[in-house]
T-cell receptor
Framework: DVKVTQSSRYLVKRTGEKVFLECVQD?????MFWYRQDPGLGLRLIYFSYDVKMKEKGDIPEGYSVSREKKERFSLILESASTNQTSMYLC????????????FGPGTRLTVL | DAKTTQPPSMDCAEGRAANLPCNHSTISGNEYVYWYRQIHSQGPQYIIH???NNETNEMASLIITEDRKSSTLILPHATLRDTAVYYCIVRVPLNTDKLIFGTGTRLQVFP
């Protein structure tokens, strides 16, 4: 079975802390995505990466950065966490070719106090 | 913006078929219909996709109308574990294409 894992299911941080969210996929996929999901706003794309060390901004990149040092790992970084970054964070990956669906991780529910 | 319209909620008795409709009247010729579902507090899960022919897999069946302006996801024998929000998405299956989820249909399966 394909698998996307995220480092934490639940996380509580304080305002101003630096936060790392890790995502690992075991499918040798080239493309990986970070979304956040908020009630009434649906899924919003933060960043995506189509190759190692490559990254592209999504719709809401402000306050976030990413790192893709290895193909299987895509990290989301909150440089200085704020309360409006309290959300569910979802990582997804997709391979090249065909009509592949995106595979999602279980999500990390982040609370910033 | 989402290109699909779904009813906000539906109920289904356990063991019965759940038929979830989706309207996508502005679908383009190269766009596919994808269905995902999201069980509470989990990540979305891919279910099925199709272009114009009906499709079936181990999870569900997808019926697409001949004019492709609407489709129906069928869970043939719903179980309590099928309780989730179901999302219908139309997209060109490019690898870098972000997914745009609408509000989906909240399916409640009851005993």
């Amino acid at each position: 079975d394909v698998k996307v894992t995220q480092s934490s299911r639940y996380l509580v941080k304080r305002t101003g802390e630096k936060v790392f969210l890790e995502c690992v996929q075991d499918m040798d996929h080239e493309n990986m995505f970070w979304y956040r999901q908020d009630p009434g706003l649906g899924l919003r794309l933060i960043y995506f990466s189509y190759d190692v060390k490559m990254k592209e901004k999504g719709d809401i990149p402000e306050g976030y950065s990413v790192s893709r040092e290895k193909k299987e790992r895509f990290s989301l970084i909150l440089e200085s966490a704020s309360t409006n970054q309290t959300s569910m964070y979802l990582c997804a990956s997709i391979g090249t070719g065909g009509y592949n669906e995106q595979f999602f991780g279980p999500g990390t529910r982040l609370t910033v106090l | 913006d989402a290109k699909t319209t779904q009813p906000p909620s539906m109920d289904c008795a356990e063991g019965r078929a759940a038929n979830l409709p989706c309207n996508h009247s502005t679908i383009s010729g190269n766009e596919y219909v994808y269905w995902y579902r999201q069980i509470h507090s989990q990540g979305p899960q891919y279910i099925i996709h199709g272009l114009k022919n009906n499709e079936t897999n181990e999870m569900a069946s997808l019926i697409i109308t001949e004019d492709r302006k609407s489709s129906t996801l069928i869970l043939p024998h719903a179980t309590l574990r099928d309780t989730a929000v179901y999302y219908c998405i139309v997209r060109v299956p490019l690898n870098t294409d972000k997914l745009i989820f609408g509000t989906g249909t909240r399916l409640q399966v009851f005993p």
